[in-house]
Every structure is written in C-alpha cells, then in structure tokens.
C-alpha cells in the first residue's frame, strides 16, 4: 500500500493527471486514511488487504475468490523511473516536496491502523454431536509477543459464536467493519474437511482483521468473545468444587486478559484473580493465593472503595498470618473500611462474592 501510494503521488508531481490512478483489477480493501506508518505499511497491508469468503466445489465457478490474503496489485516501477528521468530541473524540489507530503500523511492516519500485536491459529477443530444438534468446535491458540517459551492462551468456540461477535461489532462499527469481510454460512457439506479447513483459515484471519485496528480492539464485545465464556465455565466449576478443573480455566483466562492487553470488563480481571486465589486455597496453596491477592490490592489502590477490596483485604489478611508473614498494612486498610462503614463485620469471603456474581 505503501509503494501504491508513493507511485500515485509522483504521478500527480509529475502532471501525469488522476484517470490512471487505481486503474488495477484490485482494490485496496482499507481507504487511503487507514494507511500505516512506514515501517510496517507494506508487511500489514498485504495481510490486510484480502477478503475473507469460501466457496464449496460446486460454486467456485461463479465465486472464484479463496479465503486467504491477496496481495495488492503489482506497479510499474519504469513509469515512476521515467517520471522521474523526465522532471524539470527543480526535480529534487519536487522530491523534497513528496517526501513532506508522505510525512504529513502517515503522521494524520498513524493511528488508524498499528501492527498486530496477536497471532491466531486454529490447532483443533472437531465435530460435535450433541443431538439434536450437530456444530464444528474450532480451538484457537492465542500467542501474544514475547518469549516463544510462553505456552500461548487457548479459546473454544463455534460458527455461531463468530457469527454473533461479527453481527454485534457490525452494528456499533458500521465504517471499520465495511472493509472486513466473514465466511458465509452455508445449508450443506458444513462437516467436509474443506469446509473446515477453509473456515478455520478464515477464521484466523477475522481475528487478525480485528485486532488490527484500535477502535475494534478496544471493543466491549471482542473482548467478551474471547474471556467472557472462560470465566463463565470456570466459575460453574468453582460453585460445584471442581476446583483444580477451574484453576486452569481462571488461569487461562488471566492470560487472555494480559495477551490481549486491554480491559475485558469492568470488574474481570479481579474476579478472575478471586477465582485463582479461591482455588489455590482450596487445593491448599496458600502463597499462590496470597500473591493473587496483592496482585487484585494493587489494581485497587487508586480506587475508590470497591465490593471485592474488603474481601481481598481480609484474605490476604488470613493467608498472612497462615504463611507468618506481615498482615499490618492490610488489617488497618480493613479496619478503616469497617469503621466507615463501607463493609458489613466481618466481611464477605472471596467465596460468597464469586459464587453470586452473575457473569453476563
């Protein structure tokens, strides 16, 4: 995209006029405002660029595009050279001037795009009868930048699940949704291995999409799509004792949240770290426990008095004292809250709260 845009305005400098520009076969997929910054303009661009579709055996002919990325339209190079040989002498003036006119552009619409910062692959994908209905359940890795040592986040969901994020995104994004395309549905061969595998591809790509430009990056429901189900099934397990099953869900979900970077709800990551600090004092782990809990008293120092600061306050409190370690700072924030009034004596547990909350 970057080069498209170079080789347009040395057209325009040099007088060759506006009917040639964009004349390919391709269009770019994101508007000239949504152009990147130098340095990562032409690597994004071409993963960017692509629509997303599929198409089954039978009707590839009247719709021959794959899912994938396509790559914008190669230029010709000579006619820029040439515009260049044939300029008139004030040709470095003029040289000069495209290279202001670059600058100004990328530093208006650096914002509008940034590098993605997440990587998606689809590792599983599995038919499920659970009669009487019958679903692909598409398993995602989610690796953030970083060490390749880190063992990446994973999520589960299924066609409708997408489906809805793209429908819910569609109506609160209407322009940054335009140029981002989503597999159809389709009334057979739903279960083929191509079928599948083409969603799947898709899929990686509809995420990348997303995660690409800020504005849906920071939206409410991509968030959701990708912690809101994994603190809800590890809640479920909480309430009925499964608590190492639900250990490793809240654990998962915790690195969700830190890969993706962005706030996934008001009140999710502490709820996910009453989640971690309720399993390991169950399974007896009391230091993991007590360290969840000063990672929550941390996100709440500079706010004002919060439901879960009196319960995180009163755990860390007690697996202070279990583990012989310092409990002051803690039971005096306590005895302040007690004393204001803003917490009932003694406090709720960490337990109660997460049991009643209701994840919606």
Same mark, same amino acid.
């Not at 709720?348 to 009643?356: D, G, M």
């Given at each position: ?21 964009? &004349?390919?076969?391709?269009?770019? %997929? ?36 794959? &899912? ?23 040709? %470095? ?27 998606? /692959? ?81 899929? /990686? ?9 800020? /504005? ?13 189900? /994994?603190?809800?099934?590890?809640? &479920? ?124």
């Amino acid at each position: 995209m970057a080069s498209r845009l170079l080789h347009r305005l040395r057209h325009a400098l040099a007088g060759e006029g506006p009917e040639e520009e964009a &004349s390919g076969p391709e269009a770019e %997929q994101f508007p000239e405002s949504s152009e990147l910054e130098d340095d990562d303009a032409e690597g994004l661009s071409s993963r960017l660029s692509g629509t997303l579709s599929f198409t089954s055996a039978e009707d590839e002919d009247e719709d021959s595009e794959e &899912s994938g990325p396509s790559t914008l339209a190669p230029w010709d190079g000579a006619s820029g050279e040439d515009a260049e040989q044939n300029s008139p002498p004030e040709g %470095q003036r003029g040289s000069q001037l495209l290279a202001r006119q670059l600058q100004d552009f990328w530093k208006k619409s650096r914002n509008t795009l940034v590098p993605q910062r997440l990587l998606f /692959e689809v590792t599983t994908a599995n038919v499920v009868k659970d009669p009487p209905s019958k679903y692909v359940l598409y398993t995602l890795a989610v690796m953030g930048p970083g060490s390749p040592d880190h063992q990446p986040a994973q999520i589960s969901r299924r066609y409708s699940d997408f489906e809805r994020l793209h429908r819910n995104l569609q109506r609160q994004f209407r322009g940054p949704m335009a140029a981002i395309s989503f597999p159809r549905k389709r009334l057979r061969r739903n279960f083929t291995a191509e079928t599948i595998a083409r969603r799947s591809r898709a899929f /990686e790509q509809f995420l990348g999409h997303l995660q690409a430009v800020p /504005e849906l990056r920071q939206a409410q429901a991509l968030q959701d799509f990708f912690v809101l189900p /994994e603190l809800q099934r590890a809640q &479920s397990l909480t309430c009925t004792g499964l608590y190492r099953e639900a250990l490793a869900l809240w654990a998962n979900a915790w690195q969700l949240q830190a890969q993706l970077g962005t706030s996934s709800g008001p009140d999710h990551s502490l709820l996910t770290l009453a989640g971690l600090a309720v399993c390991h004092q169950e399974l007896e782990d009391p230091g993991e426990a007590r360290t969840c809990c000063e990672k929550a008293l941390q996100l709440l120092k500079n706010k004002s008095p919060h439901p879960l600061l009196a319960p995180f306050l009163e755990a860390h409190v007690r697996l202070s004292w279990r583990l012989g370690l310092d409990k002051r700072q803690s039971e005096a924030r306590l005895q302040a809250l007690q004393e204001a009034g803003q917490t009932p004596t003694p406090p709720p547990s960490l337990k109660e709260l997460l049991i009643k909350e209701i994840l919606d």
